[in-house]
């Protein structure tokens, strides 16, 4: 601690420090900061949505339907633009790729200011276009023609330059993870050598380098066909609607590989340290990992089987999907492969990381079946769907971020989580989501459509399982609370290390809390033996 | 010192890099617009017809079976006019070009502009149907109550019997959409 | 005849005498419902196939887990071991699940191609998707009608509700239907789950499928594309009946539409009196056929305007208004 007194000092105080924060460890704060609370505002969005489906007839909603439909549009980009993305890529990343590969701060830390505020702001226009006219009933996806001549408000354009800020906002950041990332490795850290998550950084920058521009063109487009005249996306002037769904998924799909890349990273971590073993394949791990972001680009229209497809576009796009399933499994064998062998420790990242790994293999599996082009005529916009992505997606990566939370709050707090209180955190929003979640794909298969405020009445048993499901969930999220003052009340101090022999990336080499500033000098790495986390070699 | 500036150049290389991608995909969705028409177009990929303006018939195919061609119209919401095929469904035999008439009628006691959009179900069938002319895509502005045939010529493509994913079908719908042409005139 | 879906099929033949398959939800459900048209079969053969291949995958995945759990854990196994590296088995957990997709992949395509093969249609059904309503049309019958939901209050004894519209779609066991899609202004998606129908409707697109119902009953369906508000209250009925009570029904319909005795697109003309490349003057401009201008004046008549037809098209008679539209 003594030797980085001294480096402590310049840390500007007051509102200047994160107003102004150029610092990559208070920006990350600052991003998870962001993150939590879009995340009980999403939660709360959901469990409205849930309390509204829990009987069938209408509950609370009586004739605002709109409302409804607003609430799961602001569910689903709240969640995926304001909550895993911002934890993930802007918290995590930020606070922890520096420190893996030795750099002193992010390439562009004025930049790294500028994509936080951003995305503050975006936040802002999203929650303000949910109270502008009658706001956006389009869905995260803002289909035309609903979403233009279906929505004359204001409320869509406000929900559009949203995304637009939030879609500038990851690809700045982008720019600055790729370039620390190739230019600021401390000397012999070769791109081989990288440590996991840091690779699913890199990926997943480069994903975002691609893909956001795709979006603002179709929301670009979107804007002018609402707003200027242009028929793009209509019909009535030689547009068609078809076209938005290929835009829209040509970047939708890489980006559910930008919310689950860092997922990958941080499990693949958090399981080497508690199994106190280096992972699995390393090698095989950062391949797969390529493969994932690279065929993301390739499988778009599996999104769109039901709009009129010519059966070749079908064939291809079932076998391209399906593809996915073999790097997918390279890392879940990997990670059970780095348990194989270990001492595990059932820590409470590690239960969250093992969590994942299960929630993942559920929804990637419900994830072959809705590959098959045959099968969506049962299957397309049903609540198997919805199951399916909230398997993979807001559990997947949500699972992922409590693992990194509980995995890092000591280096970024200093101050150890409450042991029992993080297991039972865990165990409800475990029980809670399944609970939640699975009844779904019954729903889904009996023929139960997404995005109704109301169904048939047939469907009430399963309604009223998910509803008891989303219950305990509310707890969860009230232990997790409980938990974040815990923290942050807690009098003891944790090690640089807490994790033993297992931690071995260069984060855990830093005091505890990881001083304001970090690695001013670079840290040495040895060209040989190979870096903790490889073992042998690579 | 002299690592910063290698520091430097290297980082300055990379934004390059990365921005040039950002602008390579905004080129690629600027792209889009005329490639995904353009490729519905030529591949015919959606029941998008293929259009081959002086197309010279190959003449009817005595062998191959006739195939029923069935016409379908669609007006959009908010155009007042009446649309609606001439024929009924008609006997066609690959390889002939046969000439079909719409009739459209403007309803409104001022005059209102449309324009067509069509395509072929099913979709396979899409690149064996081949446009000669017609009046798709191309506004038309008719007087209060004028009412105007609108003809099309298509050729099917012998080529439909011999592909084995089209080889079944002995039905085509062709079929046209007006809608209102935005922003050309006032309501009525 | 199969009575399907236990109970609910029973409760619906007593509730509407005749009717004996529910292709609708049960309570509790947890598979698709029963096949009621050969691309159903065959979707569920397909997903019977798959979901035995996944759940064998999971419990795989699950039994690796809880056994490392298990057998690995800090208590059992103090000593971590130091190998990370296995090539033969990353070859192996890489060709097997490529095998497993194969086995997969190869009737999954064959499903693909066997729901694109379309055989001859013994009925067109013009479906026209509206916020918030479906409206049909039977082109070649003359008929055409809207479909609205039957709200909850006024629903009659055993109509599910949010599934019962007011008109059903009434088509003949056994005969090969061909749905004809559309929609006039957002997109919506007409799915019928026992059917294995679910097609988008596009404006400014047709979009086709089919079905051939297998037993006379009711299957029901719904919007499965969001389109604003009302999207869950846009249910589909559609009626299988035998044959003959299907043309009793045609008749009964175009009695009550109050039809003209002109049904279907009659030719208003012989279309080689008219072929363009026969005669290459004919067209002209690429979208009118000379000698259909000019037209005479307005005629003023309630704000609108209608003309005679003034073409020279033979016969003289004005053309068929499109129902609906």
């Given at each position: 601690m003594s030797a980085h007194a001294a480096e402590q000092d310049h840390r500007p105080a007051g509102w200047r420090r994160w107003l102004l924060s150029t610092n990559h460890k208070d920006i990350g704060t600052l991003y998870l900061v962001l993150s939590v609370t879009a995340g009980v505002v999403g939660a709360a969005i959901s469990f409205l949505i849930r309390a509204e489906l829990q009987q069938p007839g209408m509950q609370f909603l009586e004739n605002q339907e709109q409302f409804y439909n607003v609430l799961v549009t602001a569910h689903g980009v709240i969640m995926v633009f304001f909550v895993v993305m911002p934890a993930l890529i802007g918290g995590f990343g930020n606070w922890f790729v520096p420190l893996m590969i030795g750099?002193?701060?992010?390439?562009?830390p004025r930049l790294n200011n500028i994509s936080f505020w951003l995305l503050a702001a975006a936040l802002v226009l999203l929650v303000a276009s949910a109270n502008i006219d009658q706001g956006p009933g389009t869905g995260w996806t803002v289909y035309p023609p609903l979403s233009t001549s279906g929505h004359p408000g204001a409320g869509v354009d406000f929900a559009i330059l949203a995304l637009h800020l939030a879609g500038a906002s990851s690809v700045l950041g982008a720019i600055n993870f790729i370039t620390t990332i190739l230019n600021?490795?401390?000397?012999?850290?070769t791109m081989m050598r990288l440590p996991l998550f840091v690779w699913s950084m890199l990926l997943t920058s480069l994903l975002l380098v691609l893909a956001i521009p795709i979006l603002a063109g179709a929301l670009t487009m979107l804007l002018t066909d609402r707003n200027f005249g242009t028929t793009f996306f209509n019909p009535a002037g030689g547009g068609d609607p078809v076209f938005y769904q290929h835009l829209f998924w040509f970047f939708g799909h890489p980006e559910v590989y930008i919310m689950i890349l860092p997922a990958f990273g941080i499990v693949s971590h958090v399981v080497a340290t508690f199994s106190r073993k280096p992972i699995f394949g390393h090698k095989g791990m950062i391949y797969a990992m390529m493969a994932i972001a690279v065929i993301g680009f390739m499988v778009w229209a599996h999104h769109m089987f039901t709009v009129g497809m010519n059966v070749t576009g079908r064939v291809y796009f079932t076998a391209a999907t399906l593809v996915i399933a073999v790097p997918t499994g390279v890392k879940i064998f990997s990670w059970i492969a780095t348990l194989w062998g270990g001492s595990i420790q059932l820590r409470v990242p590690l239960l969250w990381a093992l969590g994942f790994i299960f929630l993942f293999t559920v929804g990637g599996v419900t994830g072959v079946v809705l590959a098959n082009g045959g099968l969506s005529v049962a299957l397309h916009d049903s609540y198997y769907v919805v199951a399916h992505f909230h398997y993979v997606l807001s559990l997947g990566a949500v699972f992922a971020m409590f693992a990194g939370f509980y995995y890092w709050i000591g280096k970024m707090t200093g101050r150890p989580y409450p042991e029992g209180l993080g297991r039972l955190h865990f165990w409800l929003t475990f029980i809670g989501v399944n609970l939640t979640f699975f009844p779904m794909h019954f729903m889904g298969l009996a023929g139960m459509q997404r995005r109704v405020p109301d169904y048939p009445d047939a469907f009430a048993g399963w309604n009223q399982v998910a509803s008891t499901g989303a219950w305990i969930s509310v707890a969860s999220v009230l232990v997790f609370l409980v938990v974040l003052w815990r923290i942050f009340s807690a009098r003891e101090r944790v090690a640089a290390?807490?994790?033993?022999?297992?931690?071995?990336?260069?984060?855990?080499?830093?005091p505890s809390p990881a001083p304001f500033h970090t690695f001013t000098h670079q840290p040495v790495i040895e060209a040989s033996p190979a870096p903790h986390w490889l073992n042998d070699g690579a | 010192m002299e690592r910063q500036k290698a520091l430097r150049r290297r980082k300055i290389l990379t934004v390059a890099g990365t921005v040039t991608g950002i602008v390579a995909m905004i080129g690629v969705v600027a792209g889009a617009v005329p490639f995904y028409r353009w490729f519905c177009q030529a591949?015919?990929?959606?029941?998008?017809p293929k259009r081959v303006p002086g197309l010279v018939s190959s003449g009817p195919k005595a062998a191959a079976p006739t195939l029923t061609v069935r016409f379908d119209a669609n007006i959009g919401k908010d155009l007042p006019w009446s649309f609606t095929p001439a024929q009924g469904q008609t006997e066609v035999r690959p390889g002939e070009s046969v000439l079909a008439v719409y009739i459209a009628r403007n309803m409104a006691s001022v005059p209102v502009t449309g324009t067509a959009t069509f395509n072929v179900t099913p979709a396979k069938a899409g690149p064996y149907f081949n446009k000669i002319a017609c009046f798709c895509f191309r506004e038309q502005t008719l007087a209060p109550g004028e009412e105007v045939a609108m003809p099309v010529t298509f050729v099917v493509d012998p080529a439909i019997a011999t592909d084995p994913t089209t080889s079944e079908l002995t039905t085509l719908t062709l079929s046209y959409t007006f809608f209102r042409s935005p922003g050309s005139d006032a309501g009525s | 005849m199969r009575i399907v879906g236990g109970g609910g099929g029973i409760l619906l033949g007593v509730l509407a005498p005749?009717?004996?398959?529910?292709?609708q939800p049960l309570p509790?459900?947890?598979?698709?419902?029963?096949?009621?048209?050969p691309v159903m079969e065959d979707v569920v053969a397909l997903h019977g196939y798959v979901l035995i291949v996944i759940i064998g995958v999971a419990c795989l995945v699950m039994g690796l887990l809880g056994f490392v759990i298990w057998r690995f854990n800090a208590r059992r196994n103090p000593t971590p071991a130091t190998w990370c590296h296995h090539t033969l088995l990353e070859i192996v957990w890489t060709v097997v699940p490529v095998l497993i997709l194969t086995a997969i992949a190869v009737p999954s395509f064959r499903l693909l191609y066997r729901q694109d093969h379309i055989p001859p249609a013994d009925l067109t059904l013009k479906v026209e998707g509206h916020q918030w309503y479906w409206s049909y049309a039977y082109p070649d019958l003359g008929i055409s009608f809207d479909a609205n939901m039957v709200e909850t209050d006024q629903l009659q004894a055993g109509e599910p509700r949010l599934l019962t519209a007011d008109a059903p779609v009434v088509v003949p066991v056994g005969q090969v239907v061909r749905v004809q899609l559309t929609a006039d202004d957002v997109l919506h998606s007409w799915a019928v789950p026992a059917l294995g129908v679910r097609t988008d409707t596009v404006p400014g697109r047709l979009n086709e499928s089919w079905f051939q119902v297998k037993e006379p009953g009711l299957y029901y369906g719904f919007c499965a594309e969001l389109c604003g508000v009302r999207h869950a209250y846009m249910p589909i009925v559609v009626r299988a009946v035998p044959e003959e009570a299907f043309k009793a029904w045609v008749q009964e319909r175009k009695v009550a539409q109050n039809p003209s005795p002109q049904h279907g697109n009659p030719p208003l003309f012989e279309i080689s009196a008219l072929d363009p490349e026969s005669d290459p003057s004919l067209m002209e401009d690429c979208h009118r056929v000379k000698g259909e201008k000019p037209f005479g004046p307005p005629e003023a008549n309630d704000g609108c305007v209608y003309f005679p037809p003034p073409y020279v098209l033979p016969p003289a008679e004005a053309p068929r208004m499109m129902p609906g539209g």
């Open positions: 750099a002193p701060d992010m390439a562009f600021m490795r401390a000397p012999n850290l290390n807490p994790w033993g022999e297992g931690a071995t990336t260069l984060e855990w080499t830093v | 591949s015919g990929y959606g029941g998008t | 005749g009717v004996v398959w529910a292709g509790w459900q947890i598979g698709l419902q029963p096949a009621a048209s």
